[in-house]
């Protein structure tokens, strides 16, 4: 009599029972391997650093309170999601109601951010002799470094305007040995979302009143972030083979204040992972050599891309709408 449950009118034999018992054994080993790869993949979050250009603000108002309303809100949300970041001061812009604009800044570093110098004006090296752009980083470092002094630090980052390193290799050897001889590191981008594209767009819909339009080009611009960012990610395990830390250039802008929980979201959907920019420029790829000179601000990607002879899927990288591309070059003509 067959045993009891078996289904079968033959009693497995122990030789067959044994294989049997030791193949589903094997499948439900691999399946674990694979459930915990599985797991591994998608715990393993790249880390991203979060940057801000153009403090205290890049905005179309130069009204002093829609600057603090920019920052207020900007460092709420970044402290509401345990988001570090730096900001990159461009210091001409305190030229006007400086003891309000000053304070702005000292609300990063309260709010336990960094600082970084972007230049006094915001000058293009490419277009600039290296001497004069030194003056204009060195005007562009006085308040910051008597801020940072105040909390016993020192300005230690400096981002590049426009992201031109220099039109000649001689040129921008040059000013990195001044830059290293004065305690600063470049602080390169590998990710970014044209986000002073929208920018003046939607300032001039909330100076407007005009809800509708704010909303719209919000939406715009949060559509857009959430397909460039999976680019970048794409763009550089192609070129790497893994997953790098980024750099993700942002704006201190009014858009960016608004829109922080949901760039949080979309950063949290691509398992990115903020941390500080010192953090984030421990990973090797910022040590490839980069010997690119000329006028284009290339981000570090593309730079890769251009040392290790890699082709880049260009053809598939997003545009923002034409209508904000349109909107932006209005706004930014307009005197």
Known sequence: MPPEGSGSAEPVAPGRKSFFIGGVVRI????????????????????????????PALSLSDSTPYWAQTTKKLLAG????????????????????RAARVELLR?????????????????SLTNTPVDAYIADVVRGETVTRWLLKARGRTPRWFRHPYLETGKTLEERRRFEAWLAAHGYRV??????????????????AVGKGDTTAARRIQQE????????VPWY???????LGRRPAFVFLLHASRLNADSIDQLAA??????????????????????????????DGDEWVTRWSMALNKPLPWSSFPQPPAEIQAAEKRLDADP
Not at 107 to 123: C, I, K, P, R, V
């Open 221 to 228: 611009y949060l559509d857009y972030t959430a397909a460039v």
């Open 107 to 123: 609300q990063w570093l309260d709010a336990g951010m960094d600082l970084g110098n972007h230049t006094y004006s915001h000058e």
């Open 266 to 295: 979309i950063l949290k959907r691509n398992d990115l992972r903020p941390v500080s920019l010192d953090q984030a420029m421990n990973d090797a790829a910022y040590a490839i050599q980069d010997t690119y000179a000329g006028p």
């Open 233 to 239: 990610r794409q763009a550089a395990f192609g070129l």
């Open 28 to 55: 439900l080993l691999v399946a674990a391997l694979l459930w915990g790869l599985s797991l591994g993949s998608r715990a393993a979050a790249e880390d991203v650093a979060l940057t801000f250009d153009d403090l």
């Open 187 to 204: 602080a390169p981008v590998s990710m970014e979302n044209s986000d002073w594209m929208f920018a003046y767009p939607y300032d001039e």
């Open 78 to 97: 970044l402290r509401r999601h345990h988001i570090p970041a730096i900001g990159f001061v461009n210091e001409e812009k305190l030229e006007d109601d």
